[in-house]
């Protein structure tokens, strides 16, 4: 190991500038990586920001018994599925529709509204099944007069948001096996540069295996500095975005960025393994 480190760095030593580009070049390729990441996580983001406006709204017949409603609610509010249910009555339902249609608060009048019980579904129970199930379940109490929780427009957004999940996987090994490649023609540059050495270590009876482990360190290096590159670039537009077009961009947490840096130093490895593989078979 103390042989392998020591290569690296001579080789640093000897073409400094080589090494620059070569962390420049794999720093841009996760760049492009990074900022794919930043736009599907925050479309990720605002897909869950509209699905904790899933409700089911279960209508109450005018003669029903406060107690019995309020007992409903709690049972209700006790199925796996739901994170809340809450009694909204009449004059409430009434205040409501006054308060978030203000242009026709003159239409409403006292009466015209029914109560409902107003149920919240807890993450991952959002779906279309879920919620028909629990809307079924409700819409068997007796003093339960509709049941609504527009189901068109849930299909539509699981299904946009599985079409969103599925592009970006698609879309993200992409992104990883162009990076990859980039990074493995960069740093095959460094093999070319030290084609003569290698081949006298080659005929001097070194392994394959004694050849490679520098290049592996190098790639190693090489994709953590460009990593860091690249979270750096990605944090700059992130604020870029904030300040300009007023977009509030989420970023990488520490568990994303802790992955963003492994997954960095991995493609620089797998780039420096193929391009120095290639060229020890050539020999």
Do not use: C
């Not at 957004?157 to 493995?184: E, H, P």
């Amino acid at each position: 190991m103390r042989l392998t480190i020591r290569d690296a760095v001579l080789a640093v030593r000897k073409a400094p500038l080589l090494s620059a580009l070569g962390v420049t070049t794999i720093g841009f390729s996760l760049f492009a990586f990074a900022l794919f990441g930043l736009v599907a996580l925050n479309i990720r983001k605002a897909l869950e920001g509209v699905e904790e406006r899933v409700e089911i709204r279960a209508f109450i017949v005018d003669n029903a018994r406060v107690e019995s409603v309020a007992t409903a609610a709690n049972e209700i509010a006790r199925y796996n599925e739901v994170a809340k249910a809450t009694v909204v009555t009449a004059d409430e339902a009434l205040e409501r529709a006054r308060r978030e249609l203000g242009e026709f608060s003159d239409v409403f009048e006292a009466g015209v509204l029914p109560a409902s019980i107003d149920i919240r579904l807890k993450p991952g129970f959002r779906d279309p099944r879920n919620v028909a199930a629990v809307a079924s379940r409700v819409k068997t109490i007796e003093f339960v007069d509709d049941v609504r929780y527009g189901e068109e427009w849930i299909a539509q957004l699981y299904r946009l948001r599985n079409l969103a999940g599925v592009t970006s996987v698609v879309l993200g090994l992409a992104f990883a096996i162009v990076a990859v490649i980039i990074i493995g023609a960069t740093i095959r540059m460094t093999v070319m540069a030290r084609a003569r050495e290698i081949s006298i270590m080659k005929l001097v009876g070194a392994t394959d295996g004694f050849i490679r482990r520098p290049f592996l360190l190098d790639g190693l290096v090489k994709g953590v500095l460009g990593g860091l590159l690249a979270l750096a670039m990605s944090w700059a537009a992130a604020q870029v975005l904030e300040r300009y077009l007023h977009f509030h961009a989420v970023f990488f947490d520490q568990r994303m960025i802790v992955f963003g840096l492994i997954g960095g130093a991995l493609m620089g490895v797998l780039g420096s393994g193929y391009a120095v593989g290639r060229h020890l078979r050539q020999l």
